[in-house]
């Protein structure tokens, strides 16, 4: 998706740090397509005896899904490989249209004509650049957003619903990637300096996007708000106590407008940073699985991930601005003229600056995949030790599978994955557990109650450890 829409949406997802544990998509008629099993009771190999194999306990699990749940999973996850690529070559494909039929120096020009004051023709360019590279890169949109996701089961709107959110995406893009745009150009100026001026300016705008993103953005797509069911509120806000995190409050959003995937996320920045879980995990999941979940929430948020992850993006768009700095003289050099664009201070460069970033985006992202990943695994350690739930975790771990393949092989989770593979977060909870046996099984430590998470038990019982 970043690939056709912008340098502005790019950027800003780059920072846009959503720690997703799940993450989005859900049918209004339930059940979904390809639904995942929500399974109750935990497999005999998985259950704390003396013989306890994380390895089997791992494969049992993976039994209990279907094969046909899986060979439909795979099929979607592994389909998402070529569309990234598709995506990249379209919005190349795109860009360069742009430069060598000379649309952009006639949306220049016209941006020209219609003031003379400066700051605003970027702002004018910007707005035809984006109505008519939407509309070039819509045929792709439409197949990847709207019949794609549907297919798989993935999505809950119709088309008329589907196109407003397409609509206020686009006014979001107008006026963030407008405001971005004339920034930059106003940087620009610096004739040896403004790369890095651009990479000053465009981390700032980052993270003030990402920093109110939770309060202005996300509600113009969603419902989002407070959760007052003390069955589930109670036990999240106990272990953010414990965990030394000042929340008051946890968030739902009405995710299930646009997806049936199940999701919780850390969002914000500062003030605004908050935890929100979407319906469809509230309600599918269990409550062993709601704690789980919410204990690798609240690892991203004890583990500094979001600072980190804006660390990360300082690093990301020096380097970006570096190459672009070197890109665009080396491409102005040799078809500057053909295109008809003066230098790095015209806005006709746009396309040019998109393409740029498109292969930067395209390249690097094994390393942005990576990087999340791995703060994805830091988070899953810490909340199967904080949630004590590494049974509710495999069943996280296969609703997730709805729409993210369990089982790849090393390379390919490493290039693809922004997220640990199902397999590898199933088998991590299984070696929890068996390290952990004597908090599941002993004479002493009796279940409280049917189905009573093994984190009540011990809170009730006190003396099990
Ligand atoms: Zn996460």
Redesign the pocket.
Same mark, same amino acid.
């Given at each position: 998706m970043t690939s056709r829409k912008g340098l502005a949406t790019a950027l800003c997802r780059l920072v846009f740090f959503c !720690?997703?544990?799940c993450t989005t998509p859900a049918l209004a008629q339930p059940p979904a397509a390809n639904q995942m099993p929500s399974v109750i009771q935990v497999p005999p190999e998985a259950q704390a005896t003396p013989h306890f194999d994380a390895t089997a306990a791992t494969n049992a699990y993976l039994a209990q899904i279907p094969t046909d749940k899986t060979a439909r999973s795979d099929a979607y996850f592994e389909g998402g490989y070529w569309m990234s690529l598709w995506d990249f070559l379209y919005g190349v494909a795109v860009a360069l249209l742009l430069l060598n039929l000379r649309w952009s120096v006639r949306m220049r020009d016209l941006a020209e004509r219609v003031t003379r004051f400066k700051p605003v023709h970027t702002f004018v360019y910007w707005l035809q650049y984006l109505v008519i590279a939407t509309i070039l890169a819509f045929p792709l949109t439409v197949y990847e957003d709207y019949f794609r996701e549907h297919k798989y089961g993935l999505a809950t709107q119709t088309f008329g619903p589907w196109m407003g959110d397409q609509m206020k995406g686009l006014g979001v893009n107008l006026v963030l990637g407008g405001l971005l745009a004339m920034l930059l150009f106003v940087v620009r100026r610096l004739p040896r300096t403004w790369w890095i001026w651009g990479a000053v300016v465009t981390i700032a705008f980052s993270t003030f996007t990402a920093m109110i993103a939770p309060v202005f953005i996300l509600p113009i797509f969603n419902k989002i708000t407070r959760l007052d069911d003390p069955k589930v509120v109670d036990p999240i806000l106990s272990m953010a106590r414990a965990n030394g995190i000042p929340a008051k409050d946890v968030f739902e959003i009405d995710a299930s407008r646009q997806t049936t995937r199940m999701s919780a996320?850390v969002s914000g920045f500062a003030n605004t940073m908050r935890i929100t879980l979407n319906d469809n995990l509230l309600r599918r999941a269990s409550p062993e699985e709601i704690q789980a979940v919410m204990g &690798? %929430?609240m690892g &991203?948020y004890v583990l500094n991930h979001i600072y980190k992850g804006i660390m990360f993006s300082v690093i990301l768009f020096v380097l970006f601005f570096a190459y672009l700095h070197w890109g665009l003289d080396w491409t102005l050099k040799r078809w500057g003229e053909k295109w008809r664009i003066r230098d790095v201070t015209d806005t006709a460069v746009v396309p040019l600056v998109v393409l740029l970033a498109l292969i930067f985006g395209f390249v690097t992202t094994p390393i942005t995949n990576t990087l999340t990943r791995t703060q %994805?695994y830091e !988070?899953d350690m810490y909340g199967l030790t904080t949630s004590r739930q590494p049974d509710g975790f495999a069943q996280a771990a296969i609703h997730l599978g709805e729409y993210r393949k369990m089982n790849p092989g090393p390379i390919e989770e490493w290039i693809f994955f922004d &997220?640990p593979s199902g397999r590898n977060r199933i088998y991590a909870a299984m070696r929890w557990k068996a390290e952990n046996l004597k908090l599941f099984t002993g004479s002493r430590c009796v279940r409280v109650g049917t189905g009573a998470p093994p984190v009540q038990a011990e809170l009730q019982l006190g003396s099990c450890l």
């Open positions: !720690a997703t544990f996320n &690798h %929430e &991203h %994805e !988070a &997220h």
